[in-house]
């Protein structure tokens, strides 16, 4: 029998969540426990059934709706495995079912969750909100601010918590959409004082 419970990975992009989820996976799968990585299907990008972390663990993941109705249909998969680990949490839907879904697993199960902490206006997501006082718990993880000062063209450096995004080099305006999915040509890493958004 497996233990249980409830452990939120957070930060911004570039901080090495997905690849902190698959190193306690992939510690759990080689003790001799099922494993089992959960991603929320978006575009492309999430379409991908294999996870390659950056220090080339390779772990397939099960493709699932954000909703909680995919969720339930997926619960007897859930729930023949004994850690679960879901990935890019914060584009499940909101809604507390899904949260009440997520606390009895965790119940049952050890249930890693990684998210983004905010988003990119610098507001969290409702459904990590809801989640997050329940965790036992939270590791936050941080990148590295690469924000350029203009003047001296050096880079800050410091531990970044937010995560920045541009359009054409420049910081996006408050109203853009929510979910963008891009990398490194449309987000940075960036600490607070280096987080901008066009109000
Ligand atoms: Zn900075």
Request: charged letters at 30%.
């Amino acid at each position: 029998m497996a233990a249980s419970g409830l452990y939120v990975i957070t930060g911004p992009m570039f901080a090495g969540k997905t690849t902190e989820l698959l190193r306690i996976l992939n510690k759990y799968r080689i003790a001799g426990y099922r494993t089992l990585l959960v991603k929320p299907s978006i575009d492309e990008r999430y379409s991908s059934r294999e996870v390659v972390s950056h220090d080339g663990i390779r772990m397939e993941a099960l493709v699932i709706e954000p909703t909680l109705s995919d969720l339930v249909r997926v619960s007897e998969v859930l729930h023949s495995h004994d850690v679960i680990g879901f990935d890019e949490f914060q584009f499940f839907e909101y809604n507390r079912g899904l949260v009440d879904f997520i606390l009895e697993l965790s119940d049952e199960r050890t249930t890693y969750v990684a998210s983004l902490n905010l988003d990119f206006r610098g507001e969290p997501w409702e459904i990590v909100k809801e989640l997050l006082p329940y965790a036992d718990e939270i590791q936050t993880l941080y990148a590295v601010c690469t924000y350029v000062d203009p003047e001296t063209g050096r880079k800050c450096g410091k531990p970044a918590s937010r995560t920045q995004r541009l359009i054409d080099g420049k910081p996006a305006p408050y109203e853009s959409p929510r979910i963008l999915v891009g990398g490194k040509e449309s987000y940075e890493a960036r600490c607070r004082k280096h987080h901008f958004i066009i109000k």
